[in-house]
C-alpha cells in the first residue's frame, strides 16, 4: 500500500535515489550539497512510499497564497502507471489549499502523462535565466 506525507526532513541521498530510479537523475545536480539546498529551499515536501521504501516525490515552492510551483515529480520507474503522480500532485494541492494557481514545467519525455492525466496545458511558459548546475 502507497502512503502519502509531508516529509520536510527528507534526505539529500534519498531524493537522489528516487531521482535516480526514476530516470530524471540526468535532469537534476549530482552534488549532494545543492540536492540539500533544493529540498531546504522548498516549502512542501510530499513523498510516496511502500512500506519504508521512497518510491516518489513532488517539490514544491509556494507563497501559500496565490501560486505553488511543483519543480520535481517522479515516481519510481517500478512504480510508473499506478496513478502515483497524479495522487502526489492531488496531495501538494490539498496541502495547500489556499493557493489559487499550481503549476509544473514538465520533462519533454513526461508531456504525455501530465496530458493523459487532463491538466490543462498552458503554452506561454518561459525559462528567463538558465546556470549549468
Given at each position: 500500500?502507497?502512503?502519502?506525507?509531508?516529509e520536510p526532513d527528507?534526505?539529500?541521498a534519498e531524493f537522489a535515489a528516487v531521482l535516480q530510479v526514476s530516470g530524471l537523475a540526468p535532469r537534476h545536480p549530482s552534488n549532494p550539497d545543492r540536492l540539500e539546498a533544493m529540498l531546504r529551499?522548498?516549502?512542501l515536501v510530499?513523498?510516496?512510499?511502500?512500506?519504508?521504501?521512497?518510491v516518489g516525490l513532488a517539490r514544491s515552492i509556494t507563497d501559500w497564497a496565490y501560486c505553488l510551483y511543483c519543480s520535481d515529480l517522479?515516481?519510481?520507474a517500478g512504480y510508473q502507471g499506478r496513478g502515483i503522480g497524479k495522487a502526489?500532485?492531488?496531495?501538494?494541492?490539498r496541502a495547500a489549499p489556499g493557493v489559487k494557481t499550481c503549476l509544473l514545467l514538465s520533462a519533454p519525455d513526461a508531456v504525455g502523462f501530465y496530458a493523459a492525466?487532463?491538466?490543462a496545458r498552458h503554452g506561454n511558459a518561459f525559462i528567463f535565466a538558465r546556470r549549468e548546475a
Open positions: 500500500m502507497i502512503t502519502y506525507q509531508q527528507l534526505t539529500a529551499g522548498a516549502q510530499i513523498t510516496a512510499r511502500d512500506e519504508a521504501v521512497l517522479c515516481v519510481a502526489l500532485l492531488e496531495e501538494t494541492a492525466a487532463g491538466y
